[in-house]
């Protein structure tokens, strides 16, 4: 129960940094002057995606100056507590979001405004520009756990358990078998990435996921995960949140090979738009291969570990 008592603490902790946080970042657009209701909401945002062209990087930098406010320029939030990155993010999951947050079908006063002026195809750029940024990673929690079915793990341990492994008993499927073993995701089913998110967003995510209550009209996505994170207890939510944030992102072979498929089917004229620059492999963040908890070691579906049999080195693309 220490454990417990240590998670009501470290939130309350974080609800006083973020509401800090908040409360000096005065530069902040914040949408005060109530746009939410001002701004119709577009019933058709969603749909309106799918006639857009794959992002073009370049144009979406151009775009990007109006979310530096709260998710960086680079897409890493300025205030951790309080807002979510979005580097690293893939294309096509932004851009499905910005047009959930324009069509009211992802209800966030915060969010709605800054969507709501963006056409399908800005929404499409601004995702192609953020999914070239790297993503920095948080720390995981690696208290011992005090009491309970997983006492004596370190904290973090009970989210990479379910991560990589999942729990067949329950019908919990590994994590990392659409979010990529660093936690990059997939453009082409536009799985997202996970790596290196403020804990308590994951949380809140999940827990959303969890309830199973969801305003979008399209409910395909949402159930997938409505599915997965049924059976997860608060505290494992919160061990994988943990987890995650400490997950240092880089996109496993079988992303960048996604990556490399769409972009030659996207329209030519935006070569390079999707490139992996300034990622780099950091040697120490690398689970080695025959490691405990690595994917060689689990037994992990087959289908994840393309990664072992190809080699890591980034992409270069020029
Ligand atoms: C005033 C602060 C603010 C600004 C400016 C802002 N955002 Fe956000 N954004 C948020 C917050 C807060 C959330 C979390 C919303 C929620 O779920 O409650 C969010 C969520 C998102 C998400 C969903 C992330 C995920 O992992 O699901 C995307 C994508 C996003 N923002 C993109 C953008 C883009 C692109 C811009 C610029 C056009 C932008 N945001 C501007 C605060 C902001
Ligand atoms: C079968 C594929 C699949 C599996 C397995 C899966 N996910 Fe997901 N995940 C998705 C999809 C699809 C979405 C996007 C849902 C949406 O758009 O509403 C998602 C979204 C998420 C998000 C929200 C990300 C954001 O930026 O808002 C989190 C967090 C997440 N998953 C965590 C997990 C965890 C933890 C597990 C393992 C317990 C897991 N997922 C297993 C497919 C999967």
Redesign the pocket.
């Known amino acids: 129960m220490r454990q417990a008592r240590v998670y009501g603490i470290a939130s309350l902790a974080a609800l006083v940094v973020g509401a800090v946080a908040f409360a000096q970042s005065t530069a902040v657009p914040l949408p005060e002057e109530a746009p939410v209701q001002a701004a119709p909401l577009e019933d058709n945002a969603v749909a309106e995606l799918a006639d857009a062209q794959w992002g073009d990087a370049q144009r979406g930098a151009t775009l990007a100056g109006t979310c530096a406010a709260c998710h960086g320029l680079d897409g890493n939030s300025v205030v951790r507590e309080v807002y979510?990155s979005i580097a690293g993010q893939n294309e096509p999951y932004v851009a499905?979001q910005l047009a959930l947050f324009k069509s009211g079908e992802r209800p966030s006063p915060i969010m709605q405004p800054f969507a709501a002026p963006l056409s399908a195809q800005d929404m499409r750029d601004l995702g192609a520009y953020f999914s070239t940024q790297s993503a920095q990673a948080g720390i995981a929690d690696d208290g011992l756990v005090a009491a309970g079915d997983y006492e004596g793990m370190k904290f973090y341990e009970i989210g990479q358990q379910?991560?990589r492994r999942g729990d067949t008993a329950r019908q919990?499927?590994?994590?990392m078998?659409?979010?990529g073993p660093t936690g990059a995701g997939m453009p082409g089913p536009?799985?997202?990435h996970?790596a290196g998110?403020p804990a308590w967003y994951?949380a809140r995510?999940?827990q959303e996921f969890r309830d199973g209550t969801t305003a979008e009209r399209d409910t395909r996505?949402?159930q997938?995960?409505h599915t997965?994170a049924q059976p997860?207890t608060d505290e494992e939510i919160q061990a994988?949140a943990s987890y995650?944030e400490g997950l240092h992102p880089r996109p496993d072979a079988a992303t960048r090979a996604q990556m490399a498929r769409l972009q030659t089917a996207a329209p030519a004229e935006t070569p390079g738009t999707m490139g992996l620059e300034g990622r780099t492999v950091d040697p120490e963040t690398t689970i080695p291969a025959g490691a405990p908890g690595s994917p060689e070691a689990s037994g992990i579906d087959p289908a994840t570990t393309d990664e072992a049999a190809t080699p890591a080195e980034p992409v270069q693309q020029q």
Request: hydrophobic letters at 50%; glycine letters at 0%.
């Open positions: 979510p499905h379910l991560y919990v499927p590994a994590c078998a659409c979010h536009s799985y997202p996970v998110q994951t995510r999940l996505m949402f997938v995960m997965v997860l994988l995650m």
